[in-house]
């Protein structure tokens, strides 16, 4: 919502400020998707509002909702007739928003269908966080419950590549006056924008950072994500290192598994080598998950579990990822607009 046009309104009718807190308490605490459901507020600035400021910076196209898990995803409607995609899901207590942050994106990842859509353009602060006031509405509104307690921004995009708005989204999300969602409830994934990290420890201390790093052999990364030629692996670990030297926090490597691709005993090998090469490898846990194939499929479970297993017996930390959503194109990778 772009809560400062709302102000602006309410100033123009010569209204009193107890109003402005009117608007918080209807939209971030009641989840209301309509104007005309904050009866609090005069007929008229409620009139005012429908037509001039819309709660929400899109529309809504369609929803569609897994049949295996406690999963949901929206297609929606910007402004200018682009779409984007954003996912509810509930891996845990309490609710988790993925986000998506451009139209497209322009990295290019091999694995990854978002990549495979071109990029359009970076979304706005308020687009990116009325992703999170969506489904706070549609929360509240089926009476699910329990309140959202993480933001990924692991949806479209690469989050480093729209810095400004990704950062002001953040700050919006955590205001006690707005969806209140503590800073380490909420993670930012990147590709491997090395020379934005720095930045990034700076600016959003508390947020968790996860980096997609899916193989740490130089010339094979490369074809599995371009952005490799840009940022290499020992120009990302020189950055990751500043990055962990300011921030103390821990810091997720996402690795898509690919079986026959990016698992044999040669990847985990130099990906054990990579991580105990930062001064600060302890900090540093691998988070695993099969790799969606498309179709429906994804690489086998047992895959997953050796490689896993490798890496335990290396003394490396490691987690692996259930991957939800799947059959709805809702997972990791699988944002891409059809329509």
Request: charged fraction near 25%; hydrophobic fraction near 40%; aromatic fraction near 8%.
């Amino acid at each position: 919502m772009n809560f400062e046009l709302v102000k602006q309104f309410i100033k123009q009718a010569g209204l009193p400020n107890y109003r402005i807190t009117q608007v918080k308490e209807a939209v971030y605490k009641s989840g209301i998707a309509s104007w005309g459901d904050a009866t609090a507020l005069p007929a008229d600035l409620r009139a005012r509002l429908e037509k001039e400021g819309p709660i929400l910076s899109f529309t809504i196209k369609k929803m569609v909702f897994s049949e295996k898990d406690r999963v949901a995803k929206a297609l929606l409607k910007l402004k200018d007739g682009l779409l984007i995609e954003s996912v509810l899901l509930k891996p845990h207590e309490g609710w988790s928003v993925c986000v998506s942050t451009q139209v497209g994106c322009p990295m290019r990842c091999s694995f990854c269908s978002t990549g495979r859509m071109g990029f359009k353009r970076d979304l706005t602060d308020e687009e990116i966080a009325d992703q999170v006031l969506m489904w706070f509405q549609y929360i509240k509104k089926e009476k699910l419950g329990e309140r959202i307690s993480h933001v990924v921004f692991m949806g479209m995009g690469e989050p480093l590549l729209n810095y400004l708005n990704v950062v002001k989204a953040v700050q919006q999300l955590t205001d006690p006056d707005f969806l209140n969602i503590g800073a380490r409830h909420i993670s930012i994934s990147t590709s491997g924008i090395a020379d934005k990290l720095h930045k990034l420890a700076v600016d959003l201390p508390q947020v968790n950072l996860a980096l997609s790093l899916h193989n740490a052999d130089n010339a094979e990364r490369s074809k599995l994500m371009p952005v490799n030629r840009r940022y290499d692996l020992d120009e990302l670990q020189k950055a990751l290192d500043e990055y962990l030297a300011l921030t103390g926090r821990q810091v997720f490597l996402e690795y898509a598994v690919i079986d026959g691709v990016n698992n044999r005993p040669e990847h985990i090998r130099k990906l054990g080598k990579w991580i105990r090469g930062s001064r600060f490898s302890y900090l540093l846990h691998v988070n695993l998950i099969a790799c969606n194939l498309g179709r429906g499929e994804k690489t086998d479970d047992r895959a997953v579990q050796a490689f896993a297993d490798a890496l335990k017996a290396m003394g490396i930390g490691v987690t692996i990822r259930k991957s939800m959503g799947n059959d709805i194109s809702a997972a990791c990778g699988q944002l891409a607009s059809k329509n």
